[in-house]
């Protein structure tokens, strides 16, 4: 009887209790050169000794050469490499793994903090068509709006009299609607376009997102809705607001044909001015909505202008025009005298309606907003060009108080 020890599969040695027997098997031949072994035999105390072995499953542990499981015995130091190895493994993995975690967790931050309300509350098929509407981008709301609201405020009745808050919310929806047609149109004609220049090719057009089938759709859908404003006018407005369509239909072309689309575009954009009026009165009085309409073009060119420098570079790709290729470095001088014609006739306009001095007050601190705008406008950073202006609304809401405290105190 010899006694072993017994190694298990992990480096801890145990020294069990009980003895191992090896035995040579007998008439084993004398030319051969291995040996050969007998089952191994476990010797145990008697069954009534008390158990005094500290491993108890060291028995099921029958490893090495000796053993009836002919388990490859290896040596401690491999296994503890081998295991040394899956860790350093695991832990690469796990490094990977959290990298990779970690990346996409800032493309959701990213994504959620570029996502507007449309994305987050509308339902998915709705998305497209709103973001067609530029609902996410009220600015251009406000811009319809402002010159519809100038004329109805300053159509009203002088003294205590407010301006008709019925028309005032019938064009507000009017402008969202009208936004909305002339975005749909233009996108539609510029589907090709917007998908070469990197600020419009994720629109839902030029991206395809939507078809153009589903477009024109939906602008059925919206002068539709626009229609049904209009029929509460009276029909002077009718037919102003007929001509209107006109305008915007033909806008999205003039960038094609000439280096002064802005100019255009303030011609439709500010034609809710003599819409609002004439739904007032019932006519138009030259007088006052003429210089009126006109400080709106010059306001209209003061603030596409320094919009339009946001896609210079991707215009002369494409090959489309704007006033900011045709004015180039010369932009702010061009801006300044836009401004000032701006103020001088909003100004006229006021005067002809014989509207209180708070209006007056208010066209300056309308232009020193006009004049900030274009003093620090950074041309050159397509976000400082947006930020100007988005700020556009903020001299619509100016001038608007201003007409509303000087008909309310003359």
């Known amino acids: 009887m010899a006694s072993f020890w017994l190694v298990s599969p992990s480096p801890t040695i145990l020294k069990p209790s009980f003895s191992l027997s090896r035995t040579l098997s007998a008439g084993a031949s004398s030319s051969s050169s291995s040996s050969s072994y007998n089952p191994v035999t476990i010797t145990s105390s008697s069954s009534n000794a008390p158990n005094t072995n500290p491993y108890p499953n060291a028995s099921l542990l029958l490893l090495g050469p000796f053993s009836q499981r002919r388990r490859r015995w290896s040596p401690s130091c491999v296994n503890f490499d081998l295991r040394r190895r899956a860790h350093v493994s695991r832990s690469s993995s796990s490094a990977s793994t959290g990298a990779e975690k970690d ?133 002077y407005s009718r037919v102003l607001g007929a001509a209107w369509l006109l305008l915007i239909f033909t806008y999205p072309l003039m960038k094609r044909l000439t280096y002064w689309p802005q100019a255009y575009l303030g ?19 030259s007088a006052i909505m ?14 596409d202008t320094i919009y339009a420098h946001q896609d210079k570079e991707d215009d002369v790709k494409v090959g489309v025009k704007s006033t900011a290729l045709r004015f180039g470095d010369s932009t702010k001088k061009w801006i300044t005298g836009f401004g000032i014609m701006c103020i001088t006739s909003l100004a006229l306009a006021g005067y002809n309606a014989e509207i209180g001095w708070a209006y007056y007050a208010s066209l300056g601190v309308a232009s020193g907003h006009l004049a900030w705008q274009i003093w620090t406008a950074d041309l050159s950073s397509p976000l400082d060009c947006n930020r100007k202006f988005v700020s556009n609304k903020w001299f619509g809401a100016i001038v608007f108080i201003g007409i509303l405290l000087g008909r309310l105190l003359p």
Not at 163 to 185: E, H, N, Q
Not at 267 to 285: C, E, F
Not at 291 to 302: A, D, K, N, Q, R
Request: net charge neutral.
């Open 103 to 235: 990346d996409d967790e800032a493309a959701a931050k990213v994504a959620v903090e570029g996502s507007t309300w449309i994305d987050l509350y509308l339902p998915r098929q709705a998305r497209p068509y709103a973001k067609l509407a530029r609902l996410d981008k009220p600015i251009g709301t406000w811009l319809f709006a402002w010159p519809c609201m100038w004329s109805i405020t300053l159509a009203a009745t002088p003294g205590v009299h407010l301006p008709d808050i019925k028309m005032l919310a019938l064009f507000a929806y009017g402008a969202l609607f009208v936004r909305g047609a002339a975005c749909t149109i233009n996108d539609l004609l510029d589907r090709d376009i917007d998908a070469m220049v990197e600020r419009t090719k994720s629109r839902p057009l030029a991206s395809g997102v939507l078809t153009p089938f589903q477009g024109l759709c939906f602008l059925g859908f919206q002068l539709l809705l626009g229609l049904g404003l209009l029929l509460q006018l009276n029909n």
């Open 267 to 285: 011609l439709m954009m500010n034609w809710g001015g003599l819409l609002g009026w004439a739904a007032v009165k019932g006519t138009i009085d």
């Open 290 to 303: 003429l210089p009126l309409y006109i400080s709106g073009v010059f306001w209209t060119l003061v603030y």
